[in-house]
């Protein structure tokens, strides 16, 4: 079980016996926003917002000696999530700045020498997930997207409005389904019939059970929502 805070701090736990968690390690100083990380073999990359405004790399292969490898920092990103597939890592940006605005990809063939690709540019985008060659994005607006990342640049495929009203959140993606949670207590899933042809499988906004929901995530059919 590997947990990330906030406020700077990242831990690995063996939670074979789930009734006795059992500490492996930890590290404390990685930055305050350290709310989004993937995992990657031995290498977990960590994004932050705030004040940090970068991600960073860790070699975790011995729990108990966590070690930073490298990363990419700037200042100016405020970091939304972050994905790897293959060689390259991308983060959303809650920007609109143009170079780094939208969805962003960065070579990370060398760990220490992260270097940044291209972006798709995109106004203040909360939540974006990757299924193959295909990026599904959406922005505080409620606009989603889908993007090819097959190519060195990101072209788009199409994109639609929810249907749901409020603020997006998160965004997870299985397939040509498209999961979307909002602050103003709803969910919303899509299916991605190809191009701009997004159809509304479900909605449902209510407040007794969407109540400041932050997170969610698919274990086999289950959808759980936090």
């Known amino acids: 079980l590997y947990v990330s805070t906030e406020l700077g701090a990242f831990h690995i736990y063996d939670v074979s016996d789930i009734n006795n968690p059992v500490s492996l390690g930890s590290i404390t100083g990685t930055g305050n926003g350290g709310k989004w990380f993937d995992i990657v073999g031995s290498h977990i990359y960590l994004a932050k917002d705030w004040s940090s405004d970068e991600f960073e790399i860790y070699d975790v292969s011995n729990p108990a000696n966590i070690r930073n490898i490298g990363g990419y920092a700037t200042g100016t990103m405020d970091f939304r999530n972050i994905k790897v597939s293959g060689k390259y890592a991308y983060s959303a940006s809650y920007s609109n700045s143009a170079w780094h605005k939208g969805l962003m990809r960065f070579d990370i063939?060398?760990?220490?020498?992260?270097?940044?690709?291209?972006?798709?540019?995109?106004?203040?985008?909360v939540g974006f997930d990757i299924v193959g060659d295909v990026a599904y994005t959406i922005n505080?607006?409620?606009?989603?997207?889908?993007?090819?990342?097959?190519?060195?640049?990101?072209?788009?495929?199409?994109?639609?409005?929810?249907?749901?009203?409020?603020?997006?959140?998160?965004l997870i993606a299985r397939g040509n389904m498209i999961y979307v949670l909002g602050d103003n207590n709803y969910l919303s899933i899509y299916k991605h019939l190809g191009g701009s042809n997004f159809q509304t499988i479900y909605t449902a906004s209510n407040a007794t059970y969407w109540a400041s929901a932050?997170?969610?995530?698919?274990?086999?059919?289950?959808?759980?929502?936090?």
């Open 109 to 125: 063939s060398d760990p220490k020498n992260v270097t940044y690709v291209t972006n798709y540019q995109d106004d203040y985008v």
């Open 140 to 170: 505080t607006a409620g606009t989603l997207r889908a993007l090819d990342i097959s190519s060195t640049t990101m072209s788009l495929i199409g994109s639609a409005s929810k249907t749901a009203s409020g603020y997006s959140t998160k």
């Open 214 to 226: 932050k997170a969610m995530d698919i274990s086999g059919n289950r959808l759980v929502v936090h």
